[in-house]
């Protein structure tokens, strides 16, 4: 069995930061990677940013030079620094983790999403 705890999230003014905190815990192995992805009301899910295991990073056009995605694998964390927030960030926000069971599967597994609020 596996579990993503997110936290975080709330509510904040526009030009403010948050950060995100996702820890993994259960049968694992070992994690490939992790992400963070946002979805706003009548939009599509979209990929905010990603890591892989090895400390390479992927953004969003969007929220490059604003977010920085980070992870510590002793603790099987990964977080979002959310700096400069604006209106349009406003979303739920959703961590996936790529990992591997001791049987050498793989598998994506979702958090269950925590709500950032961006007033202007």
């Known amino acids: 069995q596996v579990q993503l705890v997110e936290s975080g999230g709330g509510l904040v003014q526009a030009g403010g930061s948050l950060r995100l905190s996702c820890a993994a815990s259960?049968?694992?192995?070992?994690?490939?990677?992790m992400g963070w992805y946002r979805q706003a009301p009548g939009k599509q899910r979209e990929l905010v940013a990603a890591i892989t295991s090895g400390g390479s990073t992927n953004y969003a056009d969007s929220v490059k030079g604003r977010f920085t995605i980070s992870r510590d694998n002793a603790k099987n964390t990964v977080y979002l620094q959310m700096n400069s927030l604006k209106p349009e960030d406003t979303a739920v926000y959703y961590c996936?983790?790529?990992?591997?069971?001791?049987?050498?599967?793989?598998?994506?597994?979702w958090g269950q999403g925590t709500q950032v609020t961006v007033s202007s």
């Open positions: 259960g049968s694992i192995f070992s994690i490939n990677a």
């Open positions: 996936l983790m790529d990992y591997s069971d001791y049987d050498a599967n793989e598998y994506d597994y």
